[in-house]
């Protein structure tokens, strides 16, 4: 079945920089790839998608890259904010239900 | 349009004792799908349903079943609950079975 691998598990930057957060998945039958933002309290919120037609995808401040021959895609956050801080997760999909990755909390210091 | 609820939002139960959770989708969304969230163990995936169907059932236990009316709503009801069942159990809905998934806020068990 489908694995997801992402890191960093934490990440910490200063405000106005720059966050990426990558990962890696095994099945390459895979072709649906979401990123959730989840705060604390709160059920995951969709910040971002990308099918595997399109390596780039971009929504103001917030970009994902996927790469299928190397099985990685990644979530490019410019501009941080305060209120960008949370559990971000990245996921896949392709023949089997949605495969999450384990989370990444960005803290972004103002 | 009003998201995901899911009812209630917490619950304490003791070992032994069932539960029943709900999820009421995204008016028009006809696919649901929980999910048990752990910090060990992260997002996992228990099952879809469509059209009142389970299309999918991940890998847990029978004591994890669940089902979906012919409104689209969906309960999940867990039986002879245990320590390791505490957990958030989230939903989300998609307007067909293949599509982008959003989630509502979650059910917060305790098992004491």
């Known amino acids: 079945g489908e694995n997801v691998e992402q890191h960093p598990s934490t990440l910490s930057v200063q405000e106005g920089d720059s966050a990426v957060i990558k990962c890696t998945y095994s099945?390459?039958?895979?072709?649906?790839f979401p990123w959730y933002k989840q705060e604390l309290g709160k059920g995951p919120q969709l910040i971002i998608d990308?099918?595997?037609?399109?390596g780039e995808k971009k929504d103001q401040r917030i970009a994902v890259t996927l790469n299928k021959t190397a099985k990685h895609f990644s979530l490019h956050i410019t501009e941080t904010q305060p209120e960008d801080s949370a559990v971000y997760f990245c996921?896949?999909?392709?023949?089997?239900?949605?495969?999450f990755g384990k989370g990444t909390r960005l803290s972004v210091i103002a | 349009k009003a998201g995901v609820t899911q009812t209630p939002r917490y619950l304490i139960k003791t070992r032994g004792q069932q539960v029943t959770l709900s999820c009421s989708p995204i008016?028009?969304?006809?696919?649901v799908s929980w999910y048990q969230q752990t910090p060990g163990q992260g997002l996992q995936f228990l099952f879809e349903?469509?059209?009142?169907?389970?299309?999918n059932k991940g890998n847990f236990p029978g004591r994890f079943s669940g089902r979906q009316f012919s409104n689209s709503r969906s309960e999940m009801n867990v039986s002879t609950l245990e320590l390791g069942d505490s957990a958030l159990y989230l939903c989300?809905?998609?307007?067909?079975?293949?599509?982008?998934?959003?989630f509502g806020p979650g059910t917060r068990l305790l098992v004491l």
């Open positions: 989300a809905s998609s307007l067909q079975a293949e599509e982008t998934q959003y």
């Open positions: 099945d390459s039958a895979s072709n649906y």
């Open positions: 990308i099918r595997s037609n399109v």
């Open positions: 996921a896949a999909k392709g023949n089997t239900p949605l495969v």
């Open positions: 008016s028009g969304h006809r696919s």
């Open positions: 349903y469509f059209s009142e169907t389970q299309r």
